[in-house]
Nanobody
Framework: VQLQASGGGLVQPGGSLRLSCAAS????????MGWYRQSPGKQRELVAI???????KYADSVKDRFTISRDNAANTVSLQMNSLKLEDTSVYYC???????????????WGQGTQVTVSS
């Protein structure tokens, strides 16, 4: 299973970016799917995750600014980031819990990370 993330870049404070992540490979089903971020010297932290039934959880720091969405048929998840702040600068990682077959146990997978830089 591979997770391919895209959409990072440089944006000014108050701007917007959209991250996308596509899962591919041997996939029977995906449970949780979402985004974490990690800055230098800090632990990786949850940004937003969504379950297969569409429920979502957000970090308090991004509520009302970020929106996570998911396409179960395409095995993709996106993160619309609005009103970006300097402190949102980080490497963003896609994450998914995948069952590779009907008999397999769920396993967690990480994407390669995409850099988001908010700077004036």
């Amino acid at each position: 299973v591979q997770l391919q993330a895209s959409g990072g870049g440089l944006v000014q404070p108050g701007g917007s970016l959209r991250l996308s992540c596509a899962a591919s490979g041997s996939i029977f089903s995906i449970g949780v799917m979402g985004w974490y971020r990690q800055s230098p010297g800090k632990q990786r932290e949850l940004v937003a995750i969504t379950t297969s039934d569409g429920s979502a959880k957000y970090a308090d720091s991004v509520k009302d600014r970020f929106t996570i969405s998911r396409d179960n048929a395409a095995n993709t998840v996106s993160l619309q980031m609005n009103s970006l702040k300097l402190e949102d600068t980080s490497v963003y990682y896609c994450y998914a819990v995948v069952r590779e077959s009907v008999d397999a146990s769920p396993s967690g997978y990480w994407g390669q990370g995409t850099q988001v830089t908010v700077s004036s």
